[in-house]
Nanobody
Framework: QVQLVESGGGLVQPGGSLRLSCAAS????????MGWYRQAPGKQREQVAL??????TYPDSVKGRFTISRDNARKTMYLQMNSLKPEDTAVYFC?????????WGQGTQVTVSS
């Protein structure tokens, strides 16, 4: 059974940093497309980072501030978030996309507020 477990969310002041983690089990981790989405109240879901064998992709809203990475040996993906803004407040979800399915984590709340 595939499981993705996120951690690392919380409350941070504007300008601060957080690192989210997404630990995977039950899946051959290293070869799949994976990334992070966020969902804020009243807003559309937004993909904030994508990692493939070819590299990484970010939308303009987070480019230069967020960095996605993965440790295949630990089967863990990370999202380093720097220079956080109040508009980054959302629930963040990790996902792994295989040939036949897409698996999601349970979400972790990130709140940026003074």
């Amino acid at each position: 059974q595939v499981q993705l477990v996120e951690s690392g969310g919380g409350l941070v002041q504007p300008g601060g940093s957080l690192r989210l983690s997404c630990a995977a089990s039950g899946i051959f981790f290293s070869t799949y497309v994976m990334g992070w989405y966020r969902q804020a109240p009243g807003k559309q879901r937004e993909q904030v980072a994508l990692i493939t064998s070819g590299g990484t992709t970010y939308p303009d809203s987070v480019k230069g501030r967020f960095t996605i990475s993965r440790d295949n040996a630990r089967k863990t993906m990370y999202l380093q978030m720097n220079s956080l803004k109040p508009e980054d407040t959302a629930v963040y979800f990790c996902y792994v996309q295989t040939v036949s399915n897409t698996y999601w984590g349970q979400g972790t709340q990130v709140t940026v507020s003074s």
